[in-house]
């Protein structure tokens, strides 16, 4: 039976963020004060962790040092104000194949979903850089930190867009782009293609039903593995 629902999952998967974030991690943290610099390999790891407050009260705890929540709150805030600020001055492309797949499933109507932890002003400046190419209006649902108490890997994401869409798990396949967020789509049953990141590239993405390296084929179309999932979700 064919899949009736296509969820993208981090805002990864529609558009190239880790390392806007992590240099804006880097700048928040030097203005705080603090001595943390994160290298590409070091954020590739920090990824294992859902959620930029919790990543930080993690290493704030793992290193001993003393960091109210005031201030983990404050040092997050600032540096989504700085990676927002790039994304939408740069007007940071689509990652190849996203606007091509979204337009694909609609001509089907299929639902959309965008199941994404993160906070809304990154969800904003994805939509204000991709400048029309893909539209709020687009989607069925749209997810936020807001939207859950417990980030990716937990399923609740996953969860929580399934009941709004009033469908099964094995009627959607999801789009995800790192290990733990691979992870929180299988927890919740749904079938996964994993398009990592330049970040996340080196994780384990064992748990990926499929692992490409983008959305398209070598001449430009949708992977047929992608479209096969779609289809059937007995081939993969």
Same mark, same amino acid.
């Given at each position: ?8 999952? /981090?805002?990864?998967?529609?558009? &190239?963020? *880790? ?11 030097? &203005? ?7 290298? !590409?390999? #070091?954020?590739? %790891? ?7 407050? %919790? !990543?930080?009260?993690?290493?704030? +705890? ?11 709150? $404050? ?6 104000? =700085?990676?927002? %600020?790039?994304?939408? @001055?740069?007007?940071?492309?689509? !990652? ?29 400046? #994805?939509?204000? +850089?991709?400048?029309?190419?893909? =539209? &709020?209006?687009? @989607? ?5 930190? *807001?939207?859950? +108490?417990?980030?990716?890997? /937990?399923? %609740?994401?996953?969860?929580? $867009? ?5 469908? /099964?798990?094995?009627?959607? #396949?999801? #789009? ?7 992870? *929180? $789509?299988? !927890?919740?049953? =749904? ?22 390296? *983008? ?18 979700? +007995?081939?993969?």
């Amino acid at each position: 039976m064919p899949k009736t629902a296509l969820m993208f999952g /981090s805002i990864g998967t529609v558009m &190239e963020t *880790s390392d806007v974030q992590r240099r804006a991690y880097n700048q928040a943290l030097e &203005e705080a004060g603090l001595s943390w610099v994160w290298t !590409r390999e #070091i954020y590739s %790891e920090l990824l294992n962790q859902s959620g930029g407050q %919790e !990543r930080l009260a993690m290493l704030a +705890s793992a290193t001993g040092t003393k960091l109210s929540a005031r201030e983990i709150e $404050a040092i997050h805030s600032r540096k989504t104000k =700085l990676a927002c %600020e790039e994304l939408v @001055f740069k007007h940071t492309a689509l !990652r190849p194949g996203v606007a091509e797949l979204i337009k694909w499933a609609k001509a089907r109507r299929m639902l959309l979903a965008f199941v994404t932890t993160t906070y809304q002003p990154n969800i904003d400046a #994805i939509f204000r +850089s991709a400048n029309g190419a893909i =539209l &709020e209006s687009d @989607f069925d649902y749209i997810g936020s930190r *807001s939207s859950v +108490s417990l980030g990716k890997p /937990s399923p %609740e994401a996953y969860l929580t $867009a399934l009941g709004h869409l009033q469908i /099964s798990a094995n009627q959607a #396949i999801a #789009i995800e782009d790192t290990a733990a967020s691979v992870m *929180s $789509a299988k !927890r919740a049953g =749904l079938q996964v293609v994993c398009t990592p990141g330049e970040i996340s590239t080196g994780q384990d993405l064992w748990q990926a039903d499929t692992v490409l390296s *983008s959305l398209l084929d070598a001449g430009g179309a949708l992977d047929s593995r992608v479209l096969a999932l779609l289809a059937d979700p +007995s081939r993969g």
